[in-house]
């Protein structure tokens, strides 16, 4: 069983709308949770941190339930500038610091 | 504020060839982390390390090495390269738990 899955997409939604991306994680001892942005061609760069309480940042809406096992991600308002990859990614340090990753959820919002 | 550089940034290799890949940081991370990214696959661990002069194996290090002589440095090199290693090669580093990731901008290598 992979560590880190989410729904690949693709996702295509209009201008305006709320689009939402789920992801699931295998093992219980994870400790740090993270969506990363990447673009076609350039490197992951960090969405926002995961908090179990949930945390907001703008359009961006992150949760966590741990007892699930699940982190969900929230995009409001989608603009253009959104289209990119959504990559969770899951950090638990009895292995090193290692971070897991899902493959990626592919957005693209449409004019 | 440089964070992570990777170089070369592109590079085209013939089968059997050797060549090193080189990352550093100037954030005095202590981890720091090689990955190959290809379609469909996600990023998966090549190797990774807690510290100057340590070095650890990760989920797909065959035809791999890797030294850590320097904190702020860490070399990824293939010996004798084959298609498959065809990819996208990110380093990144990280402070410690419950810190992120930070990735350099890729290397993009060609084995024929």
């Known amino acids: 069983r992979k560590e880190v899955e989410q729904d690949p997409g693709p996702f295509n939604v209009p201008e305006g709308a709320t689009v939402a991306f789920n992801c699931t994680y295998s093992?219980?001892?994870?400790?740090?949770f993270f969506w990363y942005r990447q673009d076609c061609r350039k490197e992951p760069k960090l969405l926002m941190s995961?908090?179990?309480s949930g945390n907001e940042d703008g359009r961006f809406t992150a949760q966590l339930n741990r007892a699930s096992q699940y982190i969900s991600l929230l995009i409001r308002d989608s603009k253009l500038s959104d289209s990119a990859t959504y990559l969770c990614?899951?950090?638990?340090?009895?292995?090193?610091?290692?971070?897991?990753f899902g493959t990626g959820t592919s957005l693209t919002v449409i004019p | 504020n440089a964070g992570v550089t990777q170089t070369p940034k592109f590079r085209v290799l013939k089968t059997g060839q050797s060549m090193t890949l080189l990352c550093a940081q100037d954030?005095?991370?202590?981890?720091m982390y090689w990955y190959r990214q290809d379609p469909g696959m996600g990023l998966r661990l090549i190797h990774y390390?807690?510290?100057?002069?340590?070095?650890a194996k990760g989920e797909v290090p065959d035809g791999y090495n890797v030294s850590r002589l320097k904190k702020q440095n860490f070399l990824l090199g293939l010996e004798s390269a084959a298609p498959s290693q065809t990819s996208v090669y990110f380093c990144?580093?990280?402070?410690?738990?419950?810190?992120?990731?930070?990735f350099g901008e890729g290397s993009r290598l060609t084995v024929l």
């Open positions: 990144a580093s990280s402070y410690s738990t419950p810190h992120e990731l930070f």
């Open positions: 093992n219980s001892a994870s400790q740090s």
């Open positions: 995961v908090y179990s």
């Open positions: 990614v899951v950090n638990r340090v009895g292995t090193g610091n290692q971070f897991y």
């Open positions: 954030m005095n991370h202590e981890y």
């Open positions: 390390s807690v510290g100057e002069g340590t070095t």
